[in-house]
């Protein structure tokens, strides 16, 4: 009988024990990494929608023919329930570093992210008068 106990092969349960701990700590690991990913998708998303909310003005200023009265400036607040989206139009008359006969179209975008830091991005473009 004891020959036969010798010959046989396999894991202990000690040994199958082990494994899982070791898995588990593995599987621990990853989850800060879940969270960040989740986090930077969320952030992600939020730039997304300020891009596209400037995009909007800046196309629609110029497909104006006349942009007046020049310094122009917009403000629009509660975009989407989160971004303020704030538009200003200037030229050389206005601005000295604008280039002459270009109107400089500069959009800036605030929000709150999810995780309450306030967050900015601005754009600019520029249009021949």
Do not use: C, H
Not at 63 to 80: A, E, K
């Amino acid at each position: 009988m004891r020959r036969k106990m010798k010959n046989q092969k396999g894991f202990t349960l000690i040994e199958v024990m082990i494994a899982m701990l070791v898995l588990a700590i593995g599987l621990l690991g990853l989850a800060p990494m879940m969270v960040t990913s989740m986090y930077g998708n969320a952030f992600s998303e939020d730039v997304t929608s300020a891009a596209f909310l400037a995009q909007d003005s800046i196309e629609r200023l110029k497909n104006q023919s006349v942009i007046s009265p020049i310094p122009y400036t917009l403000y629009d607040n509660g975009l989407f329930n989160v971004y303020n989206r704030t538009v200003q139009v200037d030229d050389s008359v206005s601005d000295g570093t604008v280039p002459p006969n270009v109107y400089r179209i500069r959009v800036t975008i605030n929000w709150t992210d999810k995780k309450g830091l306030s967050r900015t991005e601005t754009f600019t473009s520029y249009k021949m008068k």
